[in-house]
């Protein structure tokens, strides 16, 4: 039997098909609602928001406020590994992410044990909000994947990744060094996360398109296959979503490689593929499209009821494809919780 408290979203992912599948939001937090944009402004920069553990903890916990999501994604980025690892990290108003010079693989490599304790600030964000969360909700920590967050150290900038994908085929035993350091850092992150409060764990690999089947095995599913055996070599058992974006038919190929728990399903995503991984015996996570759910409507409305009447019959998260757009009305958002969780939409907040 299952204790009643055990959140929803972990019953899922331990391969439980419920009555009701359990819903929240990539980039629920920090993206569409007032309250968050209140409290960036009283933040000096954003990679300093990211080590406040008490704005943090706020951040992670206003949507959590304001709908009854499932679960809870600490509030941090990405990019902090590359900062941990000594690359220099800013956000450019308006524009996003910028990296300093790429320092040489070795300097980094040396860098790896460093950077979980600089990075500690997160754990201390996640013990914050475990502390805080009602026991039914589950919290979620996260970290990119090596290739994605690669692309960002390669370009120095957000971009098409047309640099890093040429990269990969000219330096093949260049970026394999560089993927090491990122899988051994990144793994060591997420078992510090795990200790810290974190119930699940996401790898976002949110640049996982136009990869050829074999550079996507080398650069792709060997680096996640080899994070989730790090992690539970150290003991930790949390499940695992990982969110190979983009991969298209190489989808099957992830989820048949990669011992994660829950693979979480992009926008184009079929509903023949989704059934076909929970029939493989894995928890599917996504795949609403985040534009549609601003643009809101009636479209929205029979989305939802396509996409819960296709993949409530087995382990299935409710989530989007991608983030929440940050121009979002959150009465959209509000509106699908409702039509996900059956609550009536006049007890959710919505102003
Ligand atoms: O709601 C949440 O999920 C909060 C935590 C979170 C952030 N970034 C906060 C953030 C998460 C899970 C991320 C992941 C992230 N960051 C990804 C993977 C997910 C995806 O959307 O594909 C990527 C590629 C990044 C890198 C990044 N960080 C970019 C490109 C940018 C600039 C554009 C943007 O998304 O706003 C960021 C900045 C960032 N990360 C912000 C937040 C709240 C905005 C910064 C600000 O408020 O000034």
Avoid at 57 to 68: C, D, G, K, N, S
Avoid at 84 to 91: H, I
Avoid at 170 to 194: F, G, N
Wanted: net charge negative.
């Amino acid at each position: 039997m299952t204790a009643p408290a055990q959140p929803r979203l972990l019953r899922a992912l331990a391969g439980e098909t419920l009555e009701r599948p359990p819903v929240w939001f990539m980039r629920q937090a920090g993206r569409s609602l007032p309250e968050y944009r209140e409290l960036r402004a009283r933040a000096t920069d954003f990679i300093a928001f990211c080590h406040n553990p008490e704005m943090a903890a706020e951040a992670t916990l206003q949507p959590m406020r304001r709908f009854p999501f499932d679960a809870a994604i600490v509030f941090a980025d990405i990019l902090l590994i590359p900062r941990a690892l000594g690359q220099e990290v800013w956000f450019e108003a308006g524009e996003g992410p910028r990296l300093g010079v790429l320092p040489p693989v070795e300097r980094l490599a040396g860098e790896v044990e460093a950077s979980t304790a600089r990075l500690a600030d997160i754990g201390e964000t996640l013990a914050r909000v475990r502390t805080e969360l009602e026991p039914d909700r589950a919290l979620i920590g996260f970290a990119g994947a090596p290739w994605t967050v690669a692309t960002y150290m390669l370009e120095g900038r957000g971009s098409d990744r047309s640099a890093a994908r040429a990269y990969a085929h000219a330096h093949p035993a260049e970026l394999d060094a560089l993927l090491k350091v990122l899988v051994d850092a990144t793994a060591r992150y997420l078992v510090m996360q795990a200790r810290s409060g974190a119930q699940a764990l996401k790898i976002f690999e949110s640049w996982a398109e136009g990869l050829p089947e074999d550079v996507f095995e080398r650069i792709v599913i060997r680096p996640h296959a080899a994070i989730v055996e790090q992690v539970r070599a150290a003991g930790v058992t949390a499940p695992f979503i990982g969110f190979p974006r983009g991969a298209g038919a190489l989808v099957d190929n992830y989820a048949a490689q990669v011992p994660v728990e829950g693979v979480a399903l992009d926008t184009q995503a079929s509903i023949a593929q989704g059934r076909r991984l929970q029939a493989q015996g894995k928890t599917i996570q996504g795949a609403l499209d985040n534009l549609l759910l601003r643009a809101g409507g009636s479209g929205l409305d029979a989305r939802v009821d396509t996409l819960l009447e296709a993949w409530s019959s087995g382990p299935y998260i409710f989530n989007l494809g991608h983030g929440v757009l940050p121009d979002t009305p959150a009465e959209n958002i509000a509106r699908v919780v409702a039509r996900v969780t059956g609550k009536p939409l006049s007890a959710l907040a919505a102003e």
